[in-house]
T-cell receptor, first 114, second 107 residues
Framework: ETGVTQTPRHLVMGMTNKKSLKCEQH?????MYWYKQSAKKPLELMFV???????ENNSVPSRFSPECPNSSHLFLHLHTLQPEDSALYLC?????????????FGPGTRLTVT | KNEVEQSPQNLTAQEGEFITINCSYS?????LHWLQQHPGGGIVSLFM???GKKKHGRLIATINIQEKHSSLHITASHPRDSAVYIC?????????FGTGTRLQVFP
């Protein structure tokens, strides 16, 4: 248990559906992250929020829409996804968004787009 | 060429063997991280280091800043060490990840 929770753990959705992934951290951290992990590829950073402000959008398609209402919660809204978006989506948090801070990861949401 | 390279990509070992995983990077860093990912997806941070050496139980991590190289060693390996080990470098405001090393330790 790392102090970072993600729901749901598994999600199957059609290409026309709209769904949301939720992440919550109980560590008092100020930075939160969304990562995508596809088979045989390195973890890909999608978004970074620091003190609720988005500081990084790593050229992510607009069908992925993040929301950070406060420092403890992070959402990823999904709509009109493609089958190639099927992957493990990981949330993480750290005290600050600088690369010298340890990141704490949630268990991930396994997403399948049909 | 990836900014963070790990070797080997896959590694099998017999229980009790000494294991080394290597990581080389080509960017300036503020810190280097070693992470462990078990089947099922969860990732746990093992070490964060910016110089020298750190030890935690049977795990040892070293870094050579001049050579831009780090190693993760596992002494007296055990089947429960089977996982993917990921090297990541902290660069300004984000981490850059290697592709990981899949380790399987057989009894």
């Amino acid at each position: 248990e790392t102090g970072v929770t993600q729901t749901p753990r598994h999600l199957v959705m059609g290409m026309t559906n709209k769904k949301s992934l939720k992440c919550e951290q109980h560590l008092g951290h100020n930075a939160m992250y969304w990562y995508k992990q596809s088979a045989k590829k390195p973890l890909e950073l999608m978004f970074v929020y620091n003190f609720k402000e988005q500081t990084e959008n790593n050229s992510v398609p607009s069908r992925f829409s993040p929301e950070c209402p406060n420092s403890s919660h992070l959402f990823l809204h999904l709509h009109t996804l493609q089958p190639e978006d099927s992957a493990l989506y990981l949330c993480a948090s750290s005290p600050n968004s600088a690369g010298a801070y340890e990141q704490y990861f949630g268990p991930g949401t396994r997403l399948t787009v049909t | 060429k990836n900014e963070v390279e790990q070797s080997p990509q896959n590694l099998t070992a017999q229980e009790g063997e000494f294991i080394t995983i290597n990581c080389s990077y080509s960017v300036g860093i503020s810190a280097l991280h070693w992470l462990q990912q078990h089947p099922g997806g969860g990732i746990v941070s093992l070490f964060m280091l910016s110089s020298g050496k750190k030890k935690h139980g049977r795990l040892i991590a070293t870094i050579n800043i001049q050579e831009k190289h780090s190693s993760l060693h596992i002494t007296a390996s055990h089947p429960r060490d089977s996982a993917v080990y990921i090297c990541a470098v902290g660069s300004t405001d984000k981490l850059i990840f290697g592709t990981g090393t899949r380790l399987q330790v057989f009894p």
